[in-house]
């Protein structure tokens, strides 16, 4: 059965349209629009899903909007935006790398964010703004470390996934360190953060995610067509007129710049990068790097992981960064099990 479909309009433009994928990406902002109403409605004071949206819609009263819109509606928002923001983060990664693995849970860009927020924690004593700086700050750091370090007449993906892992252990061990040199109410903070949580979150956080979105998602989209070029090859891709180092360094900067900021908001919040733009791939069944289809499975699988966070352990809740690892971890035990059944490992 074919998926393609080429749409003509009538000034002559042919635009070929993959309707499975088309319909992946639409099903998945069905799932995560759904699970956000659910997740607004959890919570000390339950909400109806139908009360959510008629409040959503300015219908509701006065506690149903104060609960609604200033306390759960911005942690939904982060949510959307950092789930959203790791998904494609990651597929531009893997996309670059042209590696699976290669993810910024992988290549250390967590582990950068979060030394970045340590050392603000620990050696400052700084507020959550500060510490928020500097996660960023971290993470860009980090980027630009493994982007130099795996420079060498350009980058390649398996150096760059090399550089990564040494980078991401060098910094494991810093974090490891700075943890010990902090006092219990410090290092408490830390160990919160660093295992990643939407407790908390404001409007504060939502609309510096909400612009950087604005800017880079259109600005990963124009270079969209260059990166699926480049994974024929760099020597067929600067035959057919794509700048290859230009794209990659472009959309590389977007990538760190992407995941730095999701992880400043909420956390070095684990395997959502790595595990989106797969489970959008085999969604899809598209070549490329589904960059939409992993962006829209990121927002849905991070709400999802928050609600589950808040439901399945009664009035004991966990941070969402526990359930993301532990739903990652099944991931990758069942994709082993698939691929040894297929005697591909």
């Known amino acids: ?99 699976p693995l290669g993810s910024p849970d992988v290549l250390g860009l967590g582990q950068g964010a979060a030394a970045g927020a340590l050392i603000v924690i620990v050696l400052m004593g700084g507020s959550a703004a500060q510490v928020t700086v500097g996660a960023l700050l971290g993470g860009l750091a980090t980027g630009i470390a493994i982007y130099l370090l795996a420079w060498r007449r350009g980058v390649h993906g398996y150096r760059l996934v090399l550089v990564g892992i040494g980078v991401s252990a060098m910094l ?17 903070r830390a160990v919160v953060w660093i295992t990643g949580t939407l407790d908390g979150r404001d409007w504060d956080q939502v609309w510096p995610l909400l612009w950087l979105c604005a800017v880079l998602v259109p600005l990963v989209l124009a270079n969209a067509r260059g990166l699926r070029m480049t994974e024929m090859g760099d020597d067929v891709s600067y035959a057919l007129g794509v700048r290859v180092e230009r794209v990659r360094m472009v959309l590389l900067v977007a990538a760190v710049l992407l995941t730095a900021s999701a992880t400043a908001a909420a956390g070095p919040i684990s395997f959502v990068a790595l595990t989106a733009p797969q489970l959008a791939r085999r ?63």
């Not at 494991?172 to 408490?188: C, G, K, P, V, W």
């Not at 589904?290 to 999802?304: D, I, R, Y």
């Open 1 to 99: 059965m074919k998926t393609n479909r080429a749409l003509r309009t009538p000034g002559g433009l042919s635009l070929r349209v993959d309707v499975r994928a088309v319909t992946v990406v639409v099903l998945l902002l069905v799932a995560a629009l759904a699970a956000s109403v659910l997740l607004i409605g959890t919570g000390d004071f339950p909400i109806p899903p139908a009360d959510v949206l008629r409040t959503l819609a300015g219908n509701g009263n006065a506690g149903q909007e104060l609960i609604i819109n200033e306390l759960r509606l911005p942690r939904v928002f982060v949510g959307l935006l950092v789930g959203a923001s790791l998904g494609l983060g990651g597929a531009l990664f893997q996309a670059v790398s042209r590696n």
């Open 283 to 345: 969604l899809t069944r598209s070549p490329g790097p589904n960059l939409l289809a992993s962006l829209c499975m990121g927002a849905a699988l991070l709400v999802t992981a928050d609600w589950i966070s808040q439901r399945a352990f009664g009035s004991g809740q966990l941070p969402v960064g526990v359930v993301t690892g532990v739903l990652g971890g099944v991931y990758l035990l069942w994709l082993l099990v698939i691929e040894r059944k297929a005697g591909r490992i």
């Open 172 to 188: 494991t061990a810093l974090n490891n360190y700075l943890l010990t040199r902090s006092d219990l109410t410090d290092a408490a």
